[in-house]
C-alpha cells in the first residue's frame, strides 16, 4: 500500500461547477500536509497547505481528517485554468512523501 | 530571487554516456532535494541533503546514479553510464524548513536513447 494514496482520475468537470478530492495517508505521525499543483510539463508548485482547522484560499477549500487520515481539495465555481494534475504531500521530519496525483480536467 | 535554477533543460544521450545535471537552489534555503518523475511511478525522491550533506540517498536507484553537493548553491546528479531505463524529468527542490515547502525548478527532461 502507498504512504499516500489518490484517485489518479481524470475528473472531467464541467466548467463552473464545484469538484473534490480525496487524499489518504497511511502515517499517523505526519506533521503537515500541503496540496500542489503540477501543469502539463512544468514543475510541482505549492497550492496551498492543509490545516487541522480546514483552510480556504478563494475557490480552494482545503480540510484535514486526523482520525481518518485523509486530506481534501474543494475547489468552487471552477475554471478552465484549474485543468492541472494536483499532488497531495504528507510531511515527516525532513520527509514529503508524494501521492501520485489526481488529473483534472475542466471543460468549457 | 530566480528561484530554483535547473540546467540543462532538456538532454538526449545515448546509453552508456555520462549524464551531468546541475541545479542552484535558492539562496537561503538549507535543504535540497532531487526528484524524478515518470509516468509510471510518479515523483520519486532520489536523495536529500541537509547543509550541503546527504541525509537520505535511499532514493539513488543503483550505484550508477550518484550525487554531490560540494557548496550551498550548487548540486549535481551525475548518471554514469546512462541508461534508457533512466529516461525521466529530474526535478530539483530547496527548501528553508527542511521540506516542509518545496520550491521547485523547471526540471531536466532526459532522454537517453
Known amino acids: 500500500r502507498k504512504e499516500v494514496e489518490q484517485d489518479p482520475g481524470p475528473f472531467n468537470v464541467p466548467e463552473g461547477a464545484t469538484v473534490a478530492f480525496n487524499c489518504t495517508y497511511s502515517?499517523?505521525?505526519?506533521?503537515?500536509f500541503f496540496w500542489y499543483r503540477q501543469d502539463c510539463r512544468k514543475e510541482p508548485k505549492l497550492l496551498m497547505s492543509v490545516y487541522s482547522s480546514g483552510n480556504e484560499d478563494g475557490r480552494f477549500t482545503a480540510q484535514l481528517n486526523r482520525a481518518s487520515q485523509y486530506i481534501s481539495l474543494l475547489i468552487r465555481d471552477s475554471k478552465l485554468s484549474d485543468s492541472a494534475t494536483y499532488l497531495c504531500v504528507a510531511h515527516s521530519n525532513y520527509q514529503l512523501i508524494w501521492g501520485a496525483g489526481t488529473k483534472l480536467i475542466i471543460k468549457p | 530571487d530566480a528561484g530554483v535554477i535547473q540546467s540543462p533543460r532538456h538532454e538526449v544521450t545515448e546509453m552508456g554516456q555520462e549524464v551531468t545535471l546541475r541545479c542552484k537552489p535558492i539562496?537561503?534555503?538549507?535543504?535540497l532535494f532531487w526528484y524524478r518523475q515518470t509516468m509510471m511511478r510518479g515523483l520519486e525522491l532520489l536523495i536529500y541533503?541537509?547543509?550541503?550533506?546527504?541525509?537520505?540517498d535511499s532514493g539513488m536507484p543503483e550505484d550508477r546514479f550518484s550525487a554531490k553537493m560540494p557548496n550551498a548553491s550548487f548540486s549535481t546528479l551525475k548518471i554514469q553510464p546512462s541508461e534508457p531505463r533512466d529516461s525521466a524529468v529530474y526535478f530539483c527542490?530547496?527548501?528553508?524548513?527542511?521540506?516542509?515547502?518545496?520550491?521547485f525548478g523547471q526540471g531536466t527532461r532526459l532522454t537517453v536513447v
Open positions: 502515517n499517523s505521525a505526519s506533521q503537515s
Open positions: 527542490a530547496s527548501s528553508r524548513t527542511g521540506g516542509a515547502e518545496a520550491f
Open positions: 541533503f541537509n547543509n550541503n550533506v546527504p541525509i537520505d
Open positions: 539562496s537561503g534555503h538549507n535543504s
